[in-house]
């Protein structure tokens, strides 16, 4: 069983928004610290952001190339994770995997990924 | 460019052993040990395979081990099985303001 499931990517125009969500279930979501990160096609991994757990204080953190276009949020009643996403820019295209960290130490579970693509 | 760097290929013959390296720098390889590695296989999400330089998650074989010299870390895949061809990531923790740096990732074909 997954215990992430991303939904919510599709196409979209440079400039516009989207927002991804993850479900998440097997766990206790209101105690983990959540993550996202992509992929962009044929390349490597980068870190997105995170947020702390509310107990660790609920505060996020992004990547240089997301802050203050990006949002991550959570909603612990629903175990649900977001990421909103705006002043979408081609450079954002990507599979977004949403990911349990441990402090950002390490990601210990992964979702299957939504893709994101940006293109007029 | 990636902060950390990995070979892009790696190859062994069943049985054989091979290791893959991932360097850093002092701000995050060299400075901390929360050195992790992922295995993707196409189209699938990564997981977890060593976390803290040396761990093994519950489930991962243990022909699979990590360590760490100075800014650089390895991974290496001992009795390579045919299973293990897969792309490998590094990832280092690198501080309170940069957090997390990936490496480019290794193909590992098994021959």
């Known amino acids: 069983e997954v215990p992430l499931v991303e939904s919510g990517g599709g196409l979209v125009k440079p400039g516009g928004s989207l927002r991804l969500s993850c479900a998440a279930s097997?766990?206790?979501?209101?105690?983990?610290?959540m993550s996202w990160v992509r992929q962009a096609p044929g390349k490597g991994l980068e870190y997105v952001g995170h947020i702390k757990s509310k107990n660790d204080g609920g505060t996020t953190d992004y990547a240089a190339p997301v802050k203050g276009r990006f949002t991550i949020s959570r909603d612990d009643s629903k175990n649900t994770l977001y990421l909103q996403m705006n002043s979408l820019k081609t450079d954002d295209t990507a599979v977004y995997y949403c990911?349990?960290?441990?402090?950002?130490?390490?990601?210990?579970?992964w979702g299957q990924g939504t893709l994101v693509a940006v293109s007029s | 460019q990636s902060a950390l760097t990995q070979p892009p290929s790696a190859s062994g013959s069943p049985g054989q052993s091979v290791t893959i390296s991932c360097t850093g720098a002092s701000s995050d390889v060299g400075g901390y040990n929360f050195v992790s590695w992922y295995q993707q296989h196409p189209g699938k999400a990564p997981r977890l395979m060593i976390y803290e330089v040396t761990k093994r998650p519950s489930g991962v074989p243990d022909r699979f081990s990590g360590s760490k010299s100075g800014n650089t870390a390895s991974l290496t895949v001992s009795g390579l099985q045919a299973e293990d061809e897969a792309k490998y990531f590094c990832s280092s923790y690198a501080g309170s303001n940069n957090f997390v740096v990936f490496g480019g990732g290794t193909k590992l074909t098994v021959l």
């Open positions: 990911s349990r960290n441990y402090r950002t130490y390490y990601f210990d579970y």
């Open positions: 097997g766990f206790t979501f209101s105690h983990a610290w």
